[in-house]
């Protein structure tokens, strides 16, 4: 499944930059999120509740960064543990790009899941992932400080 999206942010690519690796702002932008934290340099632990309509199990996952070129890009990779739900795990690359004094914010993602998760249906799984994305992009802004303006799917390479 893939996911994405564009998105101006009325702040400037470093504040956008430092906002993205700072674990107070996402946890009051991620949906659901119980916790997050770094456990190393480029890793982030998490346990966050899903809703998938009829359940809502909590995932625990590990975040992984790679490809980091700061203030402009990074892959964030990672796994979730569901428990009896099976597990879900993808990948998304952030770019950051300068639009005046605001930030373009690109985001694509790809990502599946096992076991009951899936059993539920693709379609359902779709839509509640691509429900967390918009709600932490909606959240996001807020957290930060600045206001976020959806511009539509990500551009073709």
């Not at 674990?23 to 119980?34: D, E, Y």
């Not at 964030?76 to 990948?91: I, N, P, V, W, Y």
């Not at 930060?144 to 390479?157: F, I, S």
Request: net charge negative.
């Amino acid at each position: 499944m893939e996911f994405g999206g564009r998105y101006r942010v009325s702040a400037t690519r470093m504040k956008v930059w430092a906002a993205l690796n700072d674990t107070s702002v996402l946890k009051n932008a991620i949906p659901g999120c119980h916790r997050i934290e770094w456990a190393d340099q480029d890793q982030l632990d998490l346990e966050i509740k899903v809703n998938l309509g009829v359940v809502q199990p909590v995932f625990a996952g590990d975040l992984w960064l790679s490809g980091i070129v700061p203030a402009e890009r990074y892959t964030l990779s990672g796994r979730g543990r569901g428990g009896l739900f099976g597990k879900a795990e993808g990948s998304a690359d952030i770019v950051l790009e300068d639009i005046g004094e605001d930030t373009l914010l690109m985001f694509t993602a790809n990502g599946g899941a096992s076991g009951q998760v899936m059993k539920l249906g693709k379609a359902i799984v779709g839509k509640s992932a691509q429900k967390v994305i918009d709600g932490f992009f909606e959240h996001f802004g807020d957290a930060m400080g600045a206001n976020v303006e959806p511009l539509g799917p990500p551009r073709d390479p």
